[in-house]
């Protein structure tokens, strides 16, 4: 069982492990640190030419922590895809904190008013560690996946650190790798300084994205 400080929470990813819960509801974290590591490397981002055309058409207006809260609550809880989750009110708390700080961020993509999708994460040197996301709406945090590895590319950052890879996340190019080659990009990253705040239009996050891989099928 943890209790634990931001700045035991910064030390504990700058060496590759994580904090989860057991369930939402559990009020104990515990340390991860997996033998096979999941990133979605940056110039290997899949995106179907279907999903491109969503972020050239602006279907969504995708703004960058103007509602981290609210992002991170909604990713908290349960969906039909997702009947638990691993964020209880320790983890709340503690990315909060680092979203104060500067350091924890959110990608949201609204419509109408209506906040319909997005993820949160933590920013250290050039490693994004993405930690959920959640979509009200079709494509939503498709989109802000897209916006998210536009910005990283644009903004000097060299790791995206998925944690495990899913069914979904490996559609879009997410791999598995050992331990040790992790570490290694982890100290590569940390030694970089990343920044989230420049500017792109939708038409620049799209070709960012294709550059990245190239689309894939529809």
Same mark, same amino acid.
């Given at each position: 069982?943890?209790?634990?400080?931001?700045?035991?929470?910064?030390?504990?990813?700058?060496?590759?492990?994580?904090?989860?819960?057991?369930?939402?509801?559990?009020?104990?974290?515990?340390?991860?640190?997996?033998?096979?590591?999941?990133?979605?490397?940056?110039?290997?981002?899949?995106?179907?030419?279907?999903?491109?055309?969503?972020?050239?058409?602006?279907?969504?207006?995708?703004?960058?922590?103007?509602?981290?809260?609210?992002?991170?609550?909604?990713?908290?809880?349960? /969906?039909?895809?997702?009947?638990?989750?691993?964020?209880?009110?320790?983890?709340?708390?503690?990315?909060?904190?680092?979203?104060?700080?500067?350091?924890?961020?959110?990608?949201?993509?609204?419509?109408?008013?209506?906040?319909?999708?997005?993820?949160?994460?933590?920013?250290?040197?050039? /490693?994004?560690?993405?930690?959920?996301?959640?979509?009200?709406?079709?494509?939503?945090?498709?989109?802000?996946?897209?916006?998210?590895? /536009?910005?990283?590319?644009?903004?000097?950052?060299?790791?995206?650190?998925?944690?495990?890879?899913?069914?979904?996340?490996?559609?879009?190019?997410?791999?598995?790798?050992?331990?040790?080659?992790?570490?290694?990009?982890?100290?590569?990253?940390?030694?970089?300084?990343?920044?989230?705040?420049?500017?792109?239009?939708?038409?620049?996050?799209?070709?960012?994205?294709?550059?990245?891989?190239?689309?894939?099928?529809?």
């Amino acid at each position: 069982m943890l209790s634990m400080t931001p700045e035991m929470l910064l030390r504990a990813y700058a060496c590759g492990i994580f904090p989860m819960a057991n369930g939402r509801d559990d009020t104990a974290l515990y340390w991860v640190d997996p033998q096979e590591r999941g990133i979605l490397p940056l110039d290997a981002f899949h995106a179907p030419r279907s999903l491109l055309k969503v972020v050239r058409q602006q279907r969504f207006e995708v703004r960058i922590d103007t509602a981290f809260a609210t992002v991170l609550t909604l990713c908290a809880e349960p /969906a039909e895809d997702r009947p638990e989750t691993w964020i209880n009110a320790q983890i709340i708390t503690l990315f909060t904190q680092l979203h104060r700080m500067g350091l924890a961020h959110s990608i949201e993509c609204w419509r109408d008013g209506v906040l319909a999708g997005g993820l949160y994460g933590l920013a250290l040197g050039g /490693a994004f560690f993405g930690e959920s996301m959640f979509s009200r709406q079709t494509d939503a945090s498709k989109v802000a996946l897209c916006h998210l590895v /536009a910005h990283l590319r644009r903004g000097g950052f060299s790791l995206l650190d998925t944690q495990f890879v899913t069914e979904h996340l490996s559609r879009f190019g997410t791999i598995e790798i050992p331990k040790a080659d992790y570490q290694t990009r982890l100290a590569l990253a940390l030694h970089a300084q990343g920044r989230l705040d420049l500017p792109l239009t939708a038409q620049e996050v799209a070709a960012e994205c294709r550059a990245a891989g190239g689309s894939s099928p529809p």
